[in-house]
């Protein structure tokens, strides 16, 4: 059973507009959660992450925001690029796995010009 | 800095046959991965190293095995390949000190081995 779900696969935003990526999870027992950013060919590479005792956490054009009682976050880009145009993950911590990350199905982000 | 290296980059197999994917990081860290991603269904996690001299199961470990040469490389063998292990392997290392996210603690990825087995 997924813990981790991005329910959207793809998402399609005009350049200059924001971005908003969705991620639900069902353990309430994660402390942290990040966001990965992948592109063809290349490995994931980090993003940004959240520790479960703040709401928010911001840098440069991209925020976290977690609400911990519908156990959801969301990835903000604003404005969004073309070079945005990646797929991205969501993560967490898997418990009593070496810091391993449990990741969501992801999901395909376009920007357009 | 090289950061993970995997090798190969490509590999076809035919249904039965061995290989065995390489993995080696140079930024002296504690623990290595081995993740799976196929389409629709994201990373999954093969097995893992917390630490040089152990290695565990992950979430789908059926048809691997590991093994953690020493602190840099970590391998991945399939016995007996499969259809099912047509799939992109990735490799990745962490640190592991400090809060997932932090500068220490970043799960940083090889670029990948795509496989194919007819």
């Known amino acids: 059973d997924q813990q981790v779900k991005q329910n959207s696969p793809s998402l399609s935003v005009q350049e200059g507009r924001i971005s908003i990526l969705n991620c639900d999870y069902t353990n309430s027992m994660f402390d942290y959660f990040l966001w990965y950013k992948k592109y063809p060919a290349e490995g994931p590479t980090f993003l940004i992450s959240?520790?479960?005792?703040?709401d928010k956490n911001e840098d440069g054009r991209f925020t976290v925001f977690l609400n911990k009682s519908a156990k959801h976050l969301s990835l903000h880009i604003v404005p969004s690029q073309p070079g945005d145009s990646a797929v991205y993950f969501c993560?967490?911590?898997?418990?009593?796995?070496?810091?391993?990350?449990?990741f969501g199905k992801g999901t395909s982000l376009l920007v357009t010009p | 800095n090289a950061g993970v290296t995997q090798t190969p980059k490509f590999q076809v197999l035919k249904t039965g046959q061995s290989m065995t994917l390489q993995c080696a990081q140079d930024?002296?860290?504690?623990?290595m991965y081995w993740y799976r991603q196929d389409p629709g269904m994201g990373l999954r996690l093969i097995y893992y190293?917390?630490?040089?001299?152990?290695?565990d199961k992950g979430e789908v470990p059926n048809g691997y095995n590991v093994s953690r040469l020493n602190k840099r490389e970590f391998s991945l063998r399939l016995e007996s390949a499969a259809p099912s292990q047509t799939s992109v392997y990735f490799c990745a290392s962490l640190q592991g000190i400090g809060p997932p996210g932090s500068g220490a603690n970043v799960l940083t990825f090889g670029a990948g081995s795509r496989l194919t087995v007819l």
């Open positions: 190293s917390a630490s040089e001299g152990t290695t």
């Open positions: 959240i520790s479960s005792i703040k």
């Open positions: 993560a967490a911590p898997y418990s009593n796995s070496g810091y391993a990350l449990n």
């Open positions: 930024m002296n860290h504690n623990s």
